[in-house]
Nanobody
Framework: QVQLVESGGGLVQAGDSLRLSCTASGRAISSLDMGWFREAPGKEREFVATVNRRSSITYTTYYADSVKGRFSISRENARNMVYLQMNSLKPEDTAVYYC?????????????????WGQGTQVTVSA
């Protein structure tokens, strides 16, 4: 079993930055593909970013078009943590942000591709 705990959310103004953290326990994240999703009120949970486990020497990252160029996902396997650096935040980024993990290789952009989930952290961006 894997437990994920997100932190770092808060209330910010448009243009500000936040760094979300996800701390994992129960399994080394080196054996997991990791992702971030978000869920705004009245909307379905949507993909934000993913980073796979190292296949050779590098990691592969992928981003939703809505955050590409503004958000950056990274992993620090030695600390069993994953991060989401969010820059140039917009009001439409307001949502609960969830950390997700899956032991399968090549998981992608659908929530049902991820087995483990945190409880979420609220990000609110005012205009």
């Amino acid at each position: 079993q894997v437990q994920l705990v997100e932190s770092g959310g808060g209330l910010v103004q448009a243009g500000d930055s936040l760094r979300l953290s996800c701390t994992a326990s129960g399994r080394a994240i080196s054996s997991l593909d990791m992702g971030w999703f978000r869920e705004a009120p009245g909307k379905e949970r949507e993909f934000v970013a993913t980073v796979n486990r190292r296949s050779s020497i590098t990691y592969t990252t992928y981003y939703a078009d809505s955050v590409k160029g503004r958000f950056s996902i990274s992993r620090e396997n030695a600390r069993n943590m994953v991060y989401l650096q969010m820059n140039s935040l917009k009001p439409e980024d307001t949502a609960v942000y969830y950390c997700a993990a899956d032991p399968r290789r090549g998981v992608g952009v659908r929530p049902d591709e991820y087995e483990y989930w945190g409880q979420g952290t609220q990000v609110t961006v005012s205009a």
